[in-house]
């Protein structure tokens, strides 16, 4: 047997973290892509999906938090996590520099995560071999 072919993943994110278990789902499943080898240099989180990158989230004692799951991934991999500017902003997701364009006294989004156009989206599923999607639009 020959050896298996490292493949460049691309993950897009609409669902929202409290909306079930699809975005806890789809962390873990960026997680093992890597553990088997495979790269994910970017997820792009869309509509409902950039709540994902709320710094203030809450989750449950007795459930796992998917924003601690995204950024363990960044953390550990380097995997870059870009939430739609549009989409996070129309949600109260901003960061730094967003929040002082608005007049807000601090960021909401988590520091792990950029805010990015769709440009993003498209550069890293132009590169991708696969592309998976998890949630629908809103």
């Known amino acids: 047997m020959g050896m298996a072919v490292a493949l460049n ?3 897009l994110i609409m669902a929202a973290p409290a909306s079930g278990y699809t975005s806890l789902t789809a962390a873990r499943f ?3 892509v890597i553990a088997q080898g495979h790269i994910l240099p970017r997820v792009f989180f869309l509509d409902g999906g950039t709540s994902n990158g ?3 989230a809450i989750t449950a004692q007795d459930e796992k938090s998917p924003l601690t799951e995204w950024t363990q991934l960044a953390t ?3 995997t870059e996590l870009v939430l739609c500017v549009s989409s996070a902003v129309k949600r109260g997701l901003l960061d730094s520099a967003e929040a002082q364009r608005h007049g807000f006294p601090a960021a909401t989004a988590h520091p792990q995560f950029a805010l990015g156009g769709l ?3 498209v550069e890293a599923m132009q590169s991708a071999d696969r592309v998976i999607t998890f949630g629908a639009p809103e």
């Open 9 to 11: 993943y691309c993950l």
């Open 119 to 121: 440009g993003l989206l």
């Open 76 to 78: 550990a991999h380097g």
């Open 30 to 32: 960026g997680a093992a």
């Open 54 to 56: 709320l710094a203030t």
